[in-house]
């Protein structure tokens, strides 16, 4: 079993920035698919981000692409969401997820959604205001 657990949501103002953290636990691998997904009130979950760890490939959305970078560090088993230049519509909860089954090129590739997913967090609320 794996245990996400992220953190580093706030309330901040248009423009600004936020860093999250995902802290994963349990039987983790050096080569699987992490992600960061979002979810509006009244919308779908959406993929916003994603990395195959141990070749570090990303994908990411067109909305966040140029402002969010993804990364890992292996040592400490955890992924970030580095959120600059926030707007109001990046308002959200944030979540993590891991799969071991997807392949690089679907990880990297952006080819998979929310239901490919196995293993998630219990979330964390970004609110960006103008």
């Known amino acids: 079993q794996v245990q996400l657990v992220e953190s580093g949501g706030d309330s901040v103002q248009a423009g600004g920035s936020l860093r999250l953290s995902c802290a994963a636990s349990g039987a983790t691998y050096n080569n699987n698919c992490m992600g960061w997904f979002r979810q509006a009130p009244g919308k779908e979950r959406e993929v916003v981000a994603s990395?195959?760890?141990?070749?570090?490939?990303?994908y990411y959305a067109d909305s966040v692409k140029g402002r969010f970078t993804i990364s890992q560090d292996s040592a400490k088993n955890t992924m970030y969401l580095q959120m600059n230049s926030l707007k109001p519509e990046d308002t959200a909860v944030y979540y993590c997820?891991?799969?071991?089954?997807?392949?690089?090129?679907?990880?990297?590739?952006?080819?998979?959604?929310?239901?490919?997913?196995?293993?998630w967090g219990q979330g964390t609320q970004v609110a960006v205001s103008s």
């Open positions: 990395i195959y760890t141990g070749y570090r490939s990303t």
């Open positions: 997820a891991a799969d071991f089954r997807q392949s690089r090129y679907r990880c990297s590739g952006g080819y998979f959604s929310a239901q490919d997913f196995g293993y």
